[in-house]
Every structure is written in C-alpha cells, then in structure tokens.
C-alpha cells in the first residue's frame, strides 16, 4: 500500500556533498513525521535527523551543521543535505515516513553513501 524510493546516494570525497530524497506513494493521507537513519558497517541503525508535520527538527549530534532535512508535504518527500562530509557518514541510509492515523512507520529500502577519498 506504502511505498517509499530513496534516490543521491553514491561515492563522495570528503568535504563533498551529496543530496538524498525520499519520495512516498500510496496510501498516504496525512504525514505525521518524517526521518533519516543509517546503518554503518558493523553498526547498528542510528537516527540522522528527523521532521515533524509542525517543522520541528532534531539532528544526531554527529550531523549537526552539517546535514539539513526538509519536507514537502504536498509531494509527500523528504530530503536530507549532506554537507561536509566524512569517511565515518559512510553507510546505508533509510528513509522513514510516519503517516497516517494508526501512525504506522514506513520503511524504504535504503541508498548507499560512500566517502572515500
């Protein structure tokens, strides 16, 4: 019923930048919260930065000043700007949507960023 698509991930130098989006369809009425997570190799899944449906933000330490999330309500996506980056933002990073009255989470499948020099 839900589904969610995560595009920009890929190989970055350090310092780069890169912008992820996430693009929910289907049977999404209302939008409660919207997030980014991430998975590092042989770490487990740690918050990024969320967004409510009010615009309230919340950055992981490690992120803050460096990545911004945004929302569009109207389009039903999410992004997530990564300036700055560093080899340790390397990991697979998901995108997490809250919708709907039962706020029922939903999951995408996840885009990989690498920063390498």
């Known amino acids: 019923q839900v589904q969610l698509v995560e595009s920009g991930g890929g190989l970055v130098q350090p310092g780069g930048s890169l912008r992820l989006s996430c693009a929910a369809s289907?049977?999404?009425?209302?939008?409660?919260?919207m997030g980014w997570y991430r998975r590092a190799p042989g770490k487990e899944r740690e918050l990024v930065a969320t967004?409510?449906?009010?615009?309230?933000?919340n950055y992981a330490d490690s992120v803050q000043g460096r990545f911004t999330i945004s929302r569009d309500n109207a389009e039903n996506t999410v992004s997530l700007q990564m300036n700055s980056l560093k080899p340790e933002d390397t990991a697979v990073y998901y995108c997490?949507?809250?919708?709907?009255?039962?706020?029922?989470?939903?999951w995408g499948k996840g885009t990989l960023v690498t920063v390498s020099s």
């Open positions: 289907g049977s999404i009425f209302r939008i409660n919260a």
């Open positions: 967004i409510t449906n009010g615009g309230t933000t």
């Open positions: 997490c949507v809250n919708a709907n009255s039962n706020y029922i989470n939903y």
